[in-house]
């Protein structure tokens, strides 16, 4: 599962038709195989439990 | 001889006059003459005659007039000169030239000399080695590319909501080592005495349609620029709306880099919840100037 399908899933009220830099929510990807990450968190709400900022988490913990 | 004489006009005795007449003739005539010369008289040492009026034998005795140039002596640039009769001079500058697009260039102080035309094509350039300081040379051909091409040709999975590096493995061209297909390849770095201003151009193509929102973005250092850079935020220096019909994206930017920044560019979709794969992807980095 993608980092934004999980996201989704943490927080329902947002949908899979959201773009998300438009609410706030930045995922990146910097082609090293590491995956993708939050590099900004500025959605209306805290990030979900399980998921942190910043590379190269992002992944839950739990 | 006409009586009276010609042109004065003094009356002379005349053939048929008595004898006893002529001293009275000649005194009529010698009175004619002492009136007529009588501004003669006079003057002292030096002294010319002048007009006294516009009438017939009206003088007088004057101081001449001294000139008020006794010599003409050539300057710097002028030849000739003299103090008597028809005096020539000559600019020294225009004779030096010979021939058509010939120059006069100084060589020192108040000093000159020709400086023959170039062909056709070169252009006059400062040179302090030349003794007028100046020479005709043939300019550099065309300005000298400096940047760089990278390009892939192999999938790269773009998942969507996410802003993803481009990585490019492969070059066209590197004139200055901007890229490297090793480590870092989607990175343009700008190297020693290369800083200025830089056009990135970047195409992108995806395997299928990009059915929602794409766009490219310019990271500078690890990080989004602003939309300072190019009106938009987030990086973002091409948007697309999305598309049933198009798989592609390409768009430019300029910025101004120091030595040792980076440039990369980052892809994003809002299209299918499956990643995309972009195909291939071309980004030319090209050196405007400082």
Redesign the interface.
Known sequence: M????QIIEAIPEIK?T????KIG????????GQG?FI?KWEYTKPIPDGFILGKPTGKKTK | MSNPTTPFGWQMPENTDLVTDLPADFEVFGQAVATDLQYLLGGTTGQVLAKGSATDLDFDWVAPTTGDITGVTAGTGISGGGTSGTVTVTNSMATAIDAKGDLIAGTGADAFSRLAVGTDGQVLTADSAEATGLKFTTPASGATYVGAAAFRNANLSVAKNTNVLLTLPSEQYDTDGFHSTVTNTGRFTIPAGKAGKYLLTCFVSYVSAITEQAWLMLYVNGAATTAAVSGLSNGRFQEFGGSANTDAIAGSVSYTYAVADYAEVYVFHNGTNTPINIDAARVTFDYLGA
């Open positions: 993608e980092l934004f399908e899979a959201d773009c998300f830099p929510i930045f995922l990146q990807d910097d082609s090293d993708a590099a």
